[in-house]
Structure formats: C-alpha cells, structure tokens
C-alpha cells in the first residue's frame, strides 16, 4: 500500500462512512478497512492522515480510534499466530508516534497517548529502550499542551505498576525508569508548583497549571506504588511540603458552579489524599514524621467541605487518610481525645452516612450503577464506604467508646423514624449502615460478614428492625429501606442464626415483586446466597424439603423480575434460578415445562450481557442433568427445542454464545445412552474439523470435549466417514501450541481409548514424531507432563513393549534417553489424581511387564525409574472432595465481562461431566507395582532396592510385605 494522495482519500472517505449511522453504509466501510489493514505501510497511512490538518477533525479522530484498535488487535503477537504488522511498520509506528501525539489535538492526543501505553506494555523499555528520552526531552519545551501530553502518557504507562504482581522483570524495569524520569518528574513539578504563583491573577493558566499537577501527582503514585525508591525518599521532603500546600491551598477562581463534577482543584486534592494514604499505608516509618500535619490539614478540609457530589472522591480519599493512621498504634491517641473522637463520628462519619439527595437520585434513575457501586465493591470509592471503613476501624480499636456515641445517634434516629415514617425513612436507613458498619469485623465476597462487633447485638437489631420491615405487605413502599434491609441479611448471613437466615427466605422471595429493580434485584441477589451457604458438615444449609414448599412463588417471582422493562437481563435473577434449580434438585421437573420454554425463548433472543448469558446457559445445562438423570430418554425432547436455537447461532456465528453451544451440545451428546452419535449430530461433525473455528481461542477448549464426546460415542461412525486423518489434523494443531497442547494430549487420550488399535497403526509413527518434534522445539513444563501421561495411557492401551518400540524406530535406542531427559526427571511433577493413576500404572506396566526394560540397554534406567515412580507415590495429593450429590458448587465466581479478551471464562459447570477413570479396575496403585516385582526373584529384589534411596526403599518394602512378599 503507497503512502500517497489517492491512498488518503480513499482511507479517509472509508473512514468517514464508518462513522455513518446506516449500517448499510457502515458495515461495508468497517469490512473494507478490516481487509486492507493487513497491507504493509497501513498504519503509517493512518498516521499520516491523522496529521494532515487539511482533513476534517472528525475524520482525523476516527482515523486515531481506528488506529489505537488496529495496535490494541495486533500488536502483541499472540503464541503460534502469524504477525500480522510487518517489521518496518512496527519501527515506523515507534518513531512516528511520539511527535505526533504531542503535536495533535486534545482528542486525537488522547488516542495515541492509548496507543503508547499499549505499545508500551508488550515494547518497553527492552524493544523502545529510547522511549523515555522521547518524552523527558519535552519537559524543556515550556509548551503545556506538549509537556501535558508527555505526562498523560507517562500516567497512562506507568499506571499498570499498580496493580501488577511484584518481580524481577518489573522492578528492572521500574528502575530503569526511575533512573531516567524521576528526577526530571521531581524538578518539573517544583517548578509548576512555583508557576502557580507567578500565574496567580491569569485564571486560564491556573487551569493548565492545576491540572499539570494534577497528573504529576498520578505518575508519582505509580512510581512509588511497588516499592519506596531510593530516589523519592530522599527527595520526601520536597513532594510532601508540596504536597501539604496543595491540600490547604484554595482558588475560588477554580470553583465550578457544577455541583456534580470536581473541579480541577478537587481533582487534585483527592489525588494528593491517595499518594499520602499509599504512602501512611506502605511506607509508614519513613512517613510518619509528615502524619501531624497531614492529619491537621485532613481535619480542617473535611469540616469545611459540603455533601456536593463533586466533593465525593476527595471526601472519600480523605477519610481513607484517618482510617489508615487511626489503624495504626502509634497515632491512636491522636484519636482517644473525647472532642475530638466525638467531632469524629458526628461531624465526619454520620453526615458521610446519610442517605442525600444525590444518592436517591443514582437509586431511581441509575441502578446499575447504584448496584455497582453498593454490592458489587466497585472500584469507586463512595462518602458512605469510606465512612464504613473508619467506623470499622474505631469500632475495631474504641468498641465501647464507638458504641456510646453512636448509640445515641441509633436511638434518636429510630425514634425520628418511628414517629414519622414516610417522612424519616433516610434516618432508619442511615441506622441500618451505620450498624453494619459498626459490627462488620471480617468479610468476604463468598460468605459476607464473618466476624462481627461483640459490641452490636446483630440478631437483636435483625429481630426488632430489619424483619418487621421485611415482613410489611407493601414490598414497593419505601424502596431504599427494604433494599437496605435486604442487604442487612445478606450481609450477615454467615453470622446470624440460622432460623432468621432461613426464616427470612419467604419475605426475600415476596420482595422479587418490587416495581423497583434495586429491590428485586437485592432479593435475587440475597436468595443465591443464602442458598449457596454450607454449614459445618459442607452441606447445604437450606434442606431441599424447606426450599420446597417456597419453590413455586420462589421460581414465578424470579421469572416475573425478567419481565420487567430495564431487568429482562438481569443477572441477579438468572444466578438465583440457577441456584434455585440447583438447590430443588428433582423438585424443580414438575415446573420445568412451564419454565423452560421461558429459558429458551430468552436465549432465542440473543441477550447481550454476558453474566446473564453465562448463568442462562448454566440453567439450562442444568436443567438437562437434573432431568435426564431420572428419564435419559429426555434428552431427545431438550435436543428438539435447543437444535434450531443452536444451529441459528452458529449460522450467525455468535461468537460470545458458541463456545456454550459446543458445551451443551457435549453434554446432550454424552447423555445418549447408546454408543453411536446420532444422524444430526455426525452431520455437525466435518464443520467442527474446521480450521477456522480454532483460530478463535476462547472456542478451543469448548470444541475440544466436543470432539472427545464424538470420539467416545462414535469412534467407528468417524472412521466409517473417514474422518480420522481431520481428527488427527486438530490434535496437530493443538500440540503444536504451547497455550493448547494440552488439550492436544485430551484429544488423543480419548482417541487412543476409544479407536481400535489397527485402525491407528498406521498413524502413531506420525503421531511420535510430532511430539518429539515440539519437545525438541520448545520444550515446557506443561508439555513436558502431558507427554508422560500419553506415555502412560499408550502402555496402558498398547502395551510397554509397543511404547518401547515405536519411540526407537524413530530413532535407535532413544528410549533410553526419553527415560533419561523426561520421565524420571519429570515425574514428580504429574499431579491430578487421573492423570497421577494413569502414569503410576502405566510405568509400573513398563517396570513388571516388559522385558525390555530388563536388557542391558535399559536396565540401566530400571532402579533410577522404580525410585521416582515410588516418590510420586509418596509425594502429596490433591485430596479436595467434590460431593456427588452437588449439582452447583457453594460459590460460583462472575465469569469474566469482557468478551474482547481471549481468555474469556465460558466454562460452563453444570455442564461438564466428572472425569472418568480410564482405570476403575485398579484399585490401590502401590499393590499394583507390588504385585508385579513381587513376581521378581527375591535376590534381584534386595538388588533393586539396594539401589533406591533408603527412604523409597522402606516404602517398596511395605508395599511388598502387603502382597506377602519379604525381602530376605
């Protein structure tokens, strides 16, 4: 593709139907740009007409929104793909990229600063080593928009060291950068500090100024996130004195009338409150000396600051400050002074806990976001939640002082409430967080409070206030109480007795009446959780005989909520039907005939959150075990109405819905209880040979036991197509892979099972060579162990002598140095208690049952083997129990929201198939070896165990002594 005129134009006019609201016209446009981004010099193309100020602006953004796409798609080259940006464009990019972000609009300069950081993450510093040079060079200009521009990248690359595991690689990489950018971060932010006051009079240059500081103060926080530089603790003085003149430093000037959004004044004091919390919380000896005057100026902003929503963040970053210092034990007497605690909690915490104005108008206009932020531990921190955790803290360190406080503030709130109240419900609700707050001792997201105050009498305020209010008929009248009511319980599930938990289940499924999505949604929501608690025994604490007599208002509740406008894909429902479905067990098929048809007339109309997707989909897989586990001949009904959905899914080619199609469908599959794969099934089988369909990562895994259950259903129908030589092109592919090749190894197992011996002669030969061939190509630890347990299933099924032999027709005698390289160094690495069963029989088969091992070429190997093979015995097992009855487990994490990734989550639970062992007839694997040496002569025996260490050699001892066998 040249880079001329002609090339513009045309780009630009694609660019510009791309934009277009027809899909007629858009789609086509999007299609093309699509196929010519392949094309060598494109992205210098688009770079180029990003810069030519002769084009329109709109034009010239989407060129940068189609740019930064074009990087986020391409740039890293995922394992085994093709790059798909040629060499000369990825060295053009990183030369062009710089200039051009600071040099280009706001809105395109926000574009490409994207597009450094995503270069960044997978080039810098080892493929960019000069990158920093490009950006520090440009703090000299004077110019903010530039200088502005290298901050916003510098932020926008740097901010991963947040939240990125600590190691090696990393710390190199943040020293280099601190070598290189933090002294001239350090002296650029002296001197805009003192430009604020040369600028003092000039409004417009504040702006610029502030917000420079702003972002300063954001690449300081990510800098100093992973550990304390050398370089910044002995500059503390200058950030902190600075730092401390920016938090009681006011500009009227910069005040916004706008009381929802922060001005640039906020914006930057909440920042400065986040870097001196990270550094109260990491750093606190180094910090300590500079605690007094930030705790002052901390004091001092929260008594003048209003309840404005734009004041949120800087509110809720300055009570993190207190919490942090009041959790520590050498500041807490800064906290034991009676005015000042008692200032604390009515002048600071109580006004933070009231329910405003702001917050009903989230609670009725936006209640995802409420949900998000309330339930869901969203990332925005909230007045309310920063005010729970310093209650947490002081309740934690001032139990009784904390209680007598806000005792008063509980009772005289009640009682405003008692009197009045439809006109005082905020009072009650503020009681109902301050309590939770107060009591919450421990939490987490899998069981909510799991310690709680001695000084808050949880089951007393659950009896006298938060039942009645459940209890009352009108389930619509004072929403925001009965939703905070509903979360009182699901709270404090695991702590309160078991007959309020239990006994609140009738009202939570009332309450799935509510007009108001928060409502419904939060009863839905309490439901799947109480349903999902385990007791002592581990089994679940709401019986199935107390579940039932609830279960048809229970489930007519459920399924009304997704009739509603704005719930018709609510998320919190569809989990509690799964659960519910779950927890009924065989109950629910009385029901199931008026239900599912609601399930799949939902999932007909291809919903688009993929939450309730993931949970529609797991009902409905559930709803087929639970089913067909009484009356296997139901799976024909279920395939009747599913087909049709199934098949217009991947004519559309859904992608987010397809790696659930394979899975039921292997499920349905699997469920036939005759071994041949019926006709509409072996008609699907070619398509799923399909190359293409493996190209998509998150398909592979789902596809996969796909195959396996055609494999294990219709190995001869396969072979009567002459299919094999597709099938043994997918596990090609597959092993080839480092991030697939163990589902290569799946693949194959199912095959070697399954396949007649005669009918795979003439192709393991190909198969062995393949597989030495990634060994020798790129050798890891995951291949490595999947290749001994093929190893192990080839001997179970052919044969030691057959394993023996075809490895040396390859080459002679490198068996020996496969036993040599990879198995005995690598079998203690086996884990899983199939695949661990299947090597210790397979390679106790090679030692008792193959004479070759007993020649002179091998026997060296035989002791170092039989040592090994004895340690994995001994070594630890995984002996997690999964219960047979369980349908679901206790907990089920979210699956991950973003269908752009592709590691994607989209294992379905309810439809997998417990693994099966291949090997049931073999009970105890140390009497299966030990029965087969016993066959030994027992002076070779005390040879052998001479030769293992004297530790593994007391353990073959026993194992022999249980078969009858004694060593002279």
């Known amino acids: 593709m040249e880079l001329d005129r002609g090339n513009l134009i045309t780009l630009s006019e694609y660019l510009k139907q791309s934009l277009s609201p027809d899909v007629n016209v858009r789609r086509p446009a999007e299609k093309f740009l699509e196929s010519i981004e392949v094309n060598q010099n494109y992205p210098a193309l688009l770079l180029h007409l990003i810069e030519k100020t002769e084009f329109d602006l709109t034009i010239r953004i989407a060129g940068a929104v189609a740019f930064k796409n074009y990087i986020k798609r391409n740039w890293k080259v995922e394992e085994d793909e093709v790059d798909k940006i040629h060499a000369q464009d990825r060295e053009a ?77 990393l710390w190199t990489e943040i020293k280099f950068v ?40 954001k690449v300081f926080y990510s800098l100093n996130f992973q550990d304390l530089p050398e370089f910044f603790e002995d500059n503390m003085e200058i950030w902190m004195s600075n730092f401390h003149q920016l938090l009681t430093t006011d500009v009227p000037a910069l005040q916004t009338t706008n009381n929802e959004d922060p001005s640039v004044m906020e914006q930057l004091k909440s920042q400065v409150c986040d870097n001196i919390v990270l550094y109260a919380q990491k750093y606190n000896e180094e910090f300590q000396n500079y605690v007094p005057q930030f705790l002052d100026a901390i004091w001092k902003l929260l008594n003048v600051t209003g309840q404005e929503p734009k004041f949120d963040a800087l509110v809720s970053n300055s009570l993190q400050f207190l919490v ?86 509980i009772v005289q709130r009640l009682d405003e409430y008692a009197a009045k109240p439809s006109e005082n419900w905020r009072k009650k609700d503020a009681v109902i967080y301050l309590v939770t707050s107060s009591a919450s001792r421990g939490q987490t997201q899998k069981h909510g409070v799991t310690q709680s105050n001695e000084f808050v009498p949880i089951p007393q305020f659950a009896t006298q206030h938060i039942q009645p209010e459940l209890a009352k008929s009108d389930v619509n009248d004072m929403p925001v109480l009965k939703a905070a009511s509903i979360k009182f319980i699901m709270s404090f599930r695991s702590v309160l007795p078991r007959q309020i938990v239990v006994g609140s289940l009738p009202d939570l499924v009332k309450h799935l009446s509510a007009e108001n999505v928060i409502v419904h949604s939060y009863a839905a929501c309490a439901i799947e959780k109480i349903l999902s608690i385990r ?16 279960a048809s208002n229970l489930l007519n509740g459920l399924f009304a909520i997704l009739e509603i406008p704005d719930s018709e ?80 899914i991947l004519q559309q080619d859904i992608q987010e819905y397809i790696p659930y199609v394979f899975q039921v469908l292997a499920l349905l599959l699997e469920l036939h209880t005759d071994q041949n794969v019926p006709e509409p099934y072996m008609a699907l089988f070619p398509c799923l040979l399909s ?25 001869h129908q396969i072979i009567a197509q002459d299919r094999t030589n597709g099938l043994l092109g997918v596990f090609q592919k597959l092993i080839a892979s480092k991030l697939n090749d163990h589902e290569g190894f799946l693949l194959m197992q199912s095959i070697i099972e399954h396949f007649p011996p005669n009918i ?48 040396d027709q390859i080459q002679p005698q490198m068996f020996g140095m496969v036993l040599e390289r990879v198995i005995i160094p690598d079998l203690e690495k086996i884990s899983g208690d199939t695949d661990r069963k299947a090597v210790a029989i397979g390679l106790s088969n090679l030692l008792i049952d193959c004479p070759t091992m007993m020649e002179s070429q091998y026997n060296i190997f035989y002791s170092k083997l039989l040592d090994a093979l004895v340690q994995l015995f001994e070594s630890p097992q995984d002996n997690t129990r999964i219960f047979d009855d369980d349908l679901l487990p206790s907990e089920m994490d979210d699956p991950i929201v973003s269908y752009a990734s592709s590691s994607i989550c989209t294992q379905l639970i309810c439809a997998k198939n417990p693994k099966k062992d291949p090997l049931e007839g073999v009970g105890d694997v140390r009497l299966h070896l030990a029965q087969g040496l016993s066959r030994l002569p027992n002076q070779q025996l005390s040879v052998l165990l001479g030769q293992i260490s004297e530790v593994n050699a007391n353990y073959l001892k026993n194992y022999l002594q249980s078969t009858g066998t004694s060593i002279a």
Not at 110 to 126: C, R, T
Not at 332 to 351: G, K, Q, S
Not at 535 to 550: R, Y
Not at 691 to 715: C, D, K, T, Y
């Open 569 to 648: 894909e609510n998320e919190y429902a569809m989990k509690a039907i799964m659960r519910s479905f779950g927890a009924l067990k065989e109950n629910i098929i009385p029901y199931l005939n008026n239900l599912l048809p609601k399930l799949t007339q939902k999932l007909a109309k291809n919903p688009t959150r993929p939450n309730f997707i993931h949970y529609l989909m797991e009902t409905l897989s559930l709803s087929i075990r639970i089913v067909c586990k009484t009356n296997p001949a139901a799976v024909e009904s279920f395939e009747q109405v599913l087909f049709p959905i199934f098949q217009g």
């Open 178 to 217: 601190l070598e290189k950018f933090a002294k001239p971060l350090t002296d650029l932010f002296v001197a805009t500090m003192n430009l604020t006051q040369v600028h003092a009079n000039n409004i417009e240059a504040l702006k610029t100024i502030y917000n420079s500081l702003t972002i300063l103060s």
């Open 760 to 807: 795979l002669e003439t192709y393991m030969k190909q198969v062995f060579v393949l597989l030495f061939q990634r060994l020798s190509s790129s050798k890891t630890t995951k291949f490595t162990k999947g290749l001994i347990v093929f190893f192990a299933y080839y001997i179970i099924r052919y044969g030691a002598t057959n394993l023996i032999k075809i490895i």
């Open 93 to 169: 990019i990183k030369k062009l990229i710089v200039n051009l972000m600071l040099h280009s609009p706001e809105l395109i300069q926000k574009q490409l600063s994207d597009v450094i950081s995503i270069i960044g993450k997978h080039d810098f510093p080892n493929k960019w080593p000069d990158l920093i040079d490009q950006m520090v060079v440009k703090f000299d200009t004077g110019d903010f928009h530039v200088i502005n521009g290298v901050l916003h990248t510098a932020h926008s690359l740097f901010k991963r060291y947040r939240y990125e595991f600590g190691s090696q690689i």
């Open 691 to 715: 190359p293409v369909l493996f190209e998509r990562q998150e398909n592979i895994q789902s596809l996969n036991r796909l195959l396996q259950a055609f494999v294990s259903h219709g190995s």
């Open 324 to 409: 942090t210092i009041a959790d520590r034990s050498q500041y807490r007497a800064l906290f034991e002074d009676p005015a000042t605690f008692h200032n604390i909690c009515a002048n600071l915490i109580t006004p933070n806990i009231e329910f405003r104005e702001a917050d009903n108008e989230l609670f009725e206009y936006n209640p995802e976001e409420y949900i998000r932020r309330d339930i869901e531990g969203s990332d925005v921190d909230t007045r309310r939640r920063a005010a729970c955790d310093l209650v947490k803290v002081l309740a934690k360190h001032f139990g009784a002082k904390v209680m007598e406080i806000f005792g008063v503030y």
């Open 535 to 550: 007791g002592s025994d581990s089994l679940p604490m709401v019986k199935t005989e107390e579940l039932t007599p609830l």
